[in-house]
């Protein structure tokens, strides 16, 4: 689940990552890789069968909230007037829908309404191509 979230921001490093869980420990010593590549907290120790899925995680928990921490505070103070409201009371009154179309925007847009985005000016008159 935490590779599924981090595929969001990041599906590069998440489809990076997910290719090291299958691996065997000798493939996984040959990438080189320590705990300490995922999160600073962890030890400076090689990858392992044992370890390699804690690694992820904490590399999934590391990107997507630990440095994210100064802006996801802000976010949150803005919403709640410096923790004098109460946000789940505040977003409770929604669909889970309505809020992830409020912070992500439309999922996909169609061609036409890609190209409706634009305007197109009137073509040259007597241009050739």
């Given at each position: 689940y935490a590779l599924q979230l981090l595929a969001n921001a990041d599906p590069v490093c998440a489809q990076s990552w997910s290719n090291l869980l299958p691996l065997s420990d000798e493939e996984l010593e040959a990438t080189?890789?320590?705990?300490?590549a995922f999160d600073d907290a962890l030890p400076d120790e090689p990858l392992s069968r044992a370890n390699v899925s804690c690694a992820v995680v904490a590399g999934c928990r590391r990107q997507l909230l630990t440095?994210?921490?100064a802006s996801l505070d802000a976010l949150?103070?803005?919403f709640t007037l410096g923790g004098k409201l109460d946000l789940g009371l505040q977003l409770a009154q929604h669909r889970?829908?309505?809020l992830a179309l409020l912070l992500q925007g439309k999922a996909a847009i169609s061609a036409q309404e890609m190209l409706d985005c634009f305007e197109w000016g009137e073509a040259p008159a007597g241009g050739g191509g």
């Open positions: 080189t890789l320590a705990l300490d440095d994210r921490r949150r103070d803005g889970n829908a309505d």
